[in-house]
């Protein structure tokens, strides 16, 4: 499929390193692709699901020890610790080629080895990136297709010199005491090696997309970020973009696939994702920063998904669909999991294969799907996917949200004073844990720009270049901070979120556009009550007021924390940091 030497030679290395049985280059081609469905099921590896409910919906079951992202078993291996950073699992490069040659060696002896030529992005885009993923596990292949555009065109955009991410993953015996989901981000190079969950297999995801594009745009003078990118049309039919970046369990899909609220929905008001995860964002001939979803698909949480919490993600998985570690209803092949609905299957297979009685399954406090099962669906499924979705020159931003769950400290929304201030916002993001108490405040943790997990080297350095990239951006979007979830004294929560959070996001475009004043604060400026859209809710003066409010005190003990967290990064964090802490210091009095 190509002369590419560079693709050839690694292509070379890496079958006498594998040894397998044979080679299939996948081309893209629906008939490629259907006999490799075909070959699943009959192997086990996959399960038809009804195909008149649950048209081209496809069943996989990982290992019991195999079903999420394992952090403690992800490295970066940069030539020096120190590049790496702190908040990463580091390990020489040479020494950890050695660790992973052994176990690669003969790993794939009796399979078959697919070659996955990808992008991330339209294929062609000036913002795309070509990944070849060597795998020996269909699971991966058919993935692969539905997350990333796969096949021959992509070999063609690539031609006969270009520059590759070279991703190798083979399943061996999936023994979590040897599993490595390694990054080499100056050598372009990713390995997977002992599993077979979508997360650290699917290597054009949070591997290539965030940790390895990461580096490559702080080399290369653009971002790599863990967000959603939405667009919001008014009534005029003007639509407006907005990047927002959430920790886990905070409702970023949600929010990237919102369904306006009734009265918004009568006034013309709509919502058109352009991605539910990933930015790739560059600064355009106009001097705006430009965003595209660098992915074709989405890989979701099942639990919890629903008609009421996520109609458009449901929507979504109705076709051309894998599922993953859900439940499954034995009388007519289709798929369950907690918080899709009131009615657990009667007779369903559970998540470890199991067959059971659904209902007293579910009342003894198991549960038929585990809590981390997936599904990853075609975003061209999504109702509400936007007509911007391919273009190669992505789209405008005009705001960036950083979010996180406060019980008392971060308002509803505020406003970063300027870019610096913004990157600061975002450096700072946290969430709590809930402690069993209502209302109690556990533990904060700091998620900055919900990228702890995910950046390809030193979190100081990556700082660094939020403020860097400020300097290049002669339009920046303005920044905003939201916090859905916080808490009165009872411990309920006080906004009622979901569709209801585009009020907010309509004062945040209001604010771009320079149509609405704002209160400054110690913290960034506040909404006016009457700018915020709260027709048809049942919210009191009173506790409007308290969503908008600061606590003082609150703020100083979260300082006491984010001076804490910054301390493990010594010398190398930026200047501005530092200063915006002592700024808000003084500001607290």
């Not at 997977?192 to 979508?198: I, L």
């Not at 920063?289 to 992915?295: F, K, Q, R, T, V």
Request: glycine share 8%.
């Amino acid at each position: 499929m190509t002369n590419n030497k560079k693709v050839l030679n690694w292509l070379e290395e890496m079958k006498a390193l594998c040894k397998p049985a044979n080679v299939v280059w996948i081309d893209g081609s629906e008939a490629q692709l259907e006999q490799l469905r075909e070959e699943a099921v009959q192997s086990g590896e996959m399960i038809k699901l009804n195909q008149e409910k649950l048209p081209g919906c496809y069943y996989h079951r990982t290992a019991e020890n195999d079903v999420a992202r394992v952090e403690d078993r992800t490295f970066i291996c940069t030539e020096t610790e120190e590049e790496a950073g702190p908040i990463n699992n580091w390990m020489a490069p040479a020494e950890m080629y050695a660790k992973l040659n052994a176990l690669y060696d003969g790993s794939m002896e009796g399979r078959t080895m697919y070659v996955i030529p990808y992008s991330m992005g339209p294929v062609g885009s000036p913002f795309s990136k070509i990944g070849i993923e060597l795998t020996d596990s269909i699971y991966v292949v058919l993935n692969m297709d539905i997350m990333t555009r796969v096949g021959k065109e992509v070999i063609d955009a690539l031609g006969e010199d270009g520059d590759f991410v070279k991703c190798l993953h083979a399943k061996r015996d999936v023994n979590p005491d040897e599993r490595y989901i390694v990054h080499f981000p100056q050598d372009n190079t990713i390995m997977s090696v002992n599993s077979a969950y979508g997360g650290n297999v699917l290597l054009g995801k949070k591997c290539f997309a965030l940790r390895i594009a990461s580096y490559q745009g702080m080399k290369e003078g653009w971002m790599a970020e863990h967000m959603l990118i939405l667009g919001l049309e008014n009534p005029k039919g003007e639509v407006k973009y907005i990047c927002a970046a959430f920790p886990s369990a905070c409702g970023k899909t949600n929010l990237a696939m919102l369904i306006p609220p009734e009265f918004l929905k009568e006034q013309g008001y709509k919502v058109w994702t352009v991605g539910d995860d990933i930015a790739w964002l560059r600064v355009g001939e106009d001097g705006r920063l430009y965003a595209i979803n660098p992915e074709a698909g989405f890989f979701g949480v099942a639990p919890g998904t629903s008609v009421k919490s996520n109609f458009n993600a449901l929507e979504a998985t109705k076709k051309n669909t894998i599922f993953t570690n859900v439940a499954i209803n034995e009388e007519d092949m289709t798929v369950w999991w907690e918080g899709l609905d009131k009615n657990p299957p009667v007779n369903a297979i559970e998540w470890k294969g199991a067959k059971v009685n659904g209902k007293e399954y579910t009342a003894e406090g198991n549960k038929l799907a585990h809590p981390n099962s997936r599904f990853t669906a075609p975003a061209v499924n999504c109702p509400c996917i936007s007509s911007e979705f391919e273009n190669p020159q992505g789209v405008p931003i005009s705001a960036i949200v950083f979010g996180g769950r406060r019980a008392k400290t971060a308002p509803l929304v505020y406003q970063a004073r300027d870019w610096d201030h913004g990157v600061f916002v975002g450096a700072t993001m946290a969430s709590e844990t809930t402690a069993a108490a209502a209302g109690a405040v556990g533990v904060v943790r700091r998620d900055p720009m919900a990228m702890r997990p995910f950046v390809g080297y030193n979190m100081a350095d990556y700082f660094q270049h939020w403020y860097d990239m400020g300097k290049k951006i002669a339009n920046p979007p303005k920044i905003f901070n939201v916090n859905w979830f916080r808490l009165d004294d009872e411990g309920n929560f006080m906004w009622p979120g979901f569709g209801d959070n585009m009020r907010v996001l309509n004062w945040i475009l209001d604010r771009c556009e320079g149509k609405v004043d704002a209160v400054e604060t110690e913290i960034g400026f506040v909404p006016n009550k009457e700018d915020l859209q709260l027709e048809g809710l049942d919210l009191s003066d009173e506790v409007v007021t308290e969503l908008l409010s600061i606590d003082k005190q609150a703020w100083k003990e979260d300082l006491a924390n984010q001076r804490e967290f910054f301390a493990q990064f010594g010398d190398r964090l930026p200047k501005e940091i530092k200063d915006s802490m002592d700024e808000l210091e003084k500001r607290l009095g």
